[in-house]
């Protein structure tokens, strides 16, 4: 009964901002992940949290733009999105794995959510 349910996409301009949430039902994880997809274009790592410790990590094409944060009580991860470019548009997947440590590899992780669209206009 494992379930990520994400929210929060939308269609926003170049350089603006939009917030992603996903909240986690069934099980505590250790590590939750963000990663994004394109048509044509493989599965990609945008950013990951270890509950334990609070370590962030953040793909180059992101860093110092989207911020990855967490609230263990409600198990919810989410992401802040700022300054956003079109080539940030893509499907945005909220991902989950039992142990550590965290990976930017998406066959690491165990459970995954629908994915919600993230479209932004030039």
């Known amino acids: 009964q494992v379930q990520l349910v994400e929210s929060g996409g939308g269609l926003v301009q170049a350089g603006g901002s939009l917030a992603l949430s996903c909240v986690a039902s069934?099980?505590?994880?250790?590590?939750y992940g963000w990663f994004r997809q394109s048509p044509g274009k493989e599965r990609e790592f945008v950013a990951a949290?270890?509950?334990?410790?609070?370590?962030?990590y953040y793909a180059d094409s992101v860093k110092g733009r989207f911020t990855i944060s967490s609230a263990n009580a409600e198990n919810t991860v989410y992401l802040q999105m700022n300054s956003l470019k079109p080539e940030d548009t893509a499907v945005y997947y909220c991902?989950?794995?039992?142990?550590?440590?965290?990976?930017?590899?998406?066959?690491?992780?165990?459970?995954w959510g629908q994915g919600t669209q993230v479209t932004v206009s030039s």
């Open positions: 069934g099980h505590t994880f250790d590590t």
């Open positions: 991902a989950a794995k039992y142990s550590p440590p965290y990976s930017t590899y998406a066959g690491h992780y165990d459970y």
């Open positions: 949290i270890a509950w334990n410790g609070y370590s962030r």
